[in-house]
């Protein structure tokens, strides 16, 4: 059989499963067919799949491309998850090319939150929950103008039965395209995409679509779909865990006391006022010893026998919702209900929770918070798992991925894999420097000094823009004192008190400087420190400072202990793990393109020790050094 020639090999790769797998884009690298060809296998086979997958693979393209080829030919929908609003936009973008490349018909929807696509004025200020109750008191009143605009009863308008058939015809569309073409007739974009999703094969939408409950039930049940008609790929996969875990929690504070307190004023409802005067005694007897910053547990049932000391539990939280609703009628939102749901809540499980009583003082007061903390994200993410057709997650910072595993539930079929950098190891270097340390045990002005020196010695060697992550404000703001003598570069000082547009523009002031250099300081779990791209030539150097490892609060200790119990790995999996992935996240804000060309520093001695160490993806090639200036030089140096 004849060679074939280097062109033709190139052709035949670049062909290789475009169309088999709707591929939809002209090239297809061999560690981006090695995933394709995954992702498949896994679908046909019923299983799961953990990826560890570093930036710039193309793992959207890679994974949507075989499931919606599966979902077509098999009568299953794609609920694609993500968290950031930047991956909505790409997930589109590549079911766009898909349709127009491979002429394939199918409808996706851009789904996020009910209250983000509600045009009512004022209704961004709500929490979640009061947003819920906001939105059914309206619509059962007939009141919502979108609403009755949509649908006349179970059947939709004459207006929206044209607007659904244009927003087939648009589909894949983003969703501010989505909610601009029903803003137009005043209809409530909700409504149609929910109606949409019906028969959509592809679902690009936020994770508590799939993971809450109750908003998952509305919706399939709306839909007429079920767990095993779902395939779900979970984007950022490293941020499931905590997302899960932020939504099992809730919270009773003073605050929302004083707040529940003036809504009964204004109703005159002694009995109610008297209820949340002896609510309010409760947290400040349990607290009564506590100073700034302490914290101690609280059980299930000393609360419960407190509370049962104003009078009958269930009847109280009657009561409260009872008043909330009439609240409703005038106002938006109602603490009154947030505080009967709480009480609801604080009667469930002990196992895989923890009960917590904390104070904390401000300028104006003693904030007092009681709280019902979820430890175990896999109670919820289990049962969605072992319930749907496949469930594949994946993050440029999965690792290790059996830690996942383990946290998320996933059986023991699942499989685990990890992916190299498509980008040249030319482009990069990444390296440790064993100098400084920000342990609490040796945080002094000398070691301060030191990592600032350090850290302008670095970044006024780079041609270019740099970016340096601190473990905290604090750290940060005592390093910058010295760093901004020594720094021959505009700084660039992140504040977490920054709003929106605040954020987006001190962004883009940095990226001006990419020709002369300036420096951003941030911290690792700041705005900056994960979910924004900085491609090309606009960012040259990351630096993480330390590691992000905070002073153990009794949640993360229990976490600890939890985890101790469950697998015998605590320490890993409820400190050292997560704050490892917030490191490489930061880190991962430089070599976002094959093309870029930076350096990576992790700027402390633990980073070389083996409990540390072994988090790091094993395709780094990191290099622990002194001689980081050299090193430096030579590197960008090169051509």
Known sequence: MPQKTADEKEKTREGDGLKEYLFPYPKLRDVQKELIVQVAGALADKKNLIVHAPTGLGKTAATISPALRYAIDNKKKVFFLTSRHTQHTIAIETLKEIKEKHDVDFTSVDLIGKKWMCTVPGVESLHTGEFYEYCKKKREEGTCEQY????????????AKLALETLRRESPCHIEKFTHLCGKDNLCAYELATLLVKEATVIVTDYYYIYNKRIRDTLFNRAGITLPDCIVIVDE???????????MTVQLSNYMIKRAVNEAKKLEDKEILEKLAKLQDILNELSQDMRDGDEKNITRDEFIRKVGNIGDYDEIIADF???AQMVREKEKQSSLGG?????DSWRGEDKG??????????KRESVIVLSYRCLDPSIVSQETIENCQSTIIMSGTLTPTAMYKDLLGFPAGTE?????????????????IPETTTRFAKRNADQYRRIAEICAEITNLVPGNSALFFPSY???????RSFAELSSKTAFVESPEMDKEEKAEFLEGFKRYKDSGAVLLGVVSGSYGEGIDLPGDLLKCVVVVGLPLQQPTLETKELIKYYDTKFGKGWDYGYVGPAFSKTLQSAGRCIRSENDRGIII???????WQNYFKHFPIDWDIKTTKLYADRIKDFFNKK
């Open 148 to 159: 009755t605009n949509t649908k006349k009863g179970s059947k939709l308008t004459t207006e």
């Open 237 to 247: 996969g490293h941020n499931l865990p905590d997302r899960i875990r932020n939504l």
């Open 321 to 323: 919702e009872f008043t």
């Open 339 to 343: 505080i009967a749901a709480f009480l």
């Open 353 to 362: 929770y923890v009960r917590i009583l904390s104070q904390k003082e401000t």
């Open 416 to 432: 685990e894999s990890k992916y190299p950098s498509p980008f040249p190891e030319k482009n990069r270097l990444a390296m440790i």
């Open 474 to 480: 604090f750290v940060r703001d005592n390093v910058y």
């Open 602 to 608: 992790f700027l402390d001695e633990r980073y070389t």
